[in-house]
């Protein structure tokens, strides 16, 4: 039998990791980690359309992606970058076109490549930091999904088995998981916080922390209270369970 306190600290601890997946999964899957503020007459500049159509149909490039975001309201995501330009228009101009914002996808191979001191020149060879800075915050909150998901099976077996014992693998593993999430947001900041260091912003141009990677930080304390519930249920259960034993014992 479990006590209503352990009970209740496992139903807690269980609402607050389902919380932290559904924020964590939401970030991943968005693209507003980083947004870009561009001034107004930079989407009426007549090569607006053609930088995003380079920026959808060209060949992967940091520097020319990058310059495309900078310039028309770019946003940046662990696996979407997107910038707003003028839609199709007619054969007059219209004094004030419609905005349609386009996304592309980063490629698995693209998460890997390597990232470069100056941005777009492979000649200035390799800047390793922010090379596994990218590949940390790709790989990191994959991590920590992976960890929620096993210990969620961990969670399912121990009710079956009727035993709180394999609570406290659950709660390491959502501890792994709230550090992993935190390591992704720090990794993405520091990324960004390099990347504007060798690519200077056009003036005008502000930058600013998006929702997506707000969520990000959200999931990785919630994952973390749930694991010292989690841990705080199954240290005293066994206390108490020992206790009871030598109770009985003597």
Request: hydrophobic letters at 45%.
């Amino acid at each position: 039998m479990v006590d209503n306190r352990y009970a209740t600290a496992l139903v807690i601890g269980s609402v607050l990791s389902l919380l932290a997946t559904v924020y964590l999964s939401v970030a991943v899957g968005t693209q507003h980690w980083y947004q870009y503020q561009s001034p107004p007459g930079n989407h009426e500049a007549s090569n607006a359309s053609e930088l995003r159509e380079d920026f959808i149909n060209g060949e992967f490039d940091e520097k020319a992606y990058s310059d495309t975001l900078f310039r028309l309201n770019g946003t940046l995501g662990l696996w979407w970058r997107c910038v707003q330009a003028p839609g199709q228009s007619h054969w007059f101009k219209e004094p004030d076109p419609k905005m349609v914002t386009q996304c592309v996808s980063f490629t698995l191979p693209q998460q890997f490549l390597p990232k470069y001191k100056e941005p777009g020149n492979h000649n200035t060879g390799e800047d390793l930091i922010r090379t596994y800075l990218w590949r940390c915050q790709f790989l990191l909150p994959l991590v920590s999904l992976a960890f929620v998901i096993l210990s969620g099976l961990i969670g399912v077996c121990a009710c079956l088995c009727r035993s709180i014992t394999p609570t406290l693998g659950v709660g390491v593993l959502h501890l792994l998981a709230g550090l992993c999430s935190l390591g992704t947001v720090c990794c993405f900041l520091a990324g960004m916080d390099l990347l504007h260091r060798v690519s200077v912003l056009p003036d005008g141009v502000d930058g600013s922390l998006g929702w997506s990677l707000y969520l990000a930080l959200i999931s990785s304390p919630l994952e973390m209270m749930a694991a010292a519930l989690f841990l705080w249920a199954a240290r005293s259960h066994r206390q108490n369970y020992t206790r009871m034993t030598a109770y009985r014992v003597a």
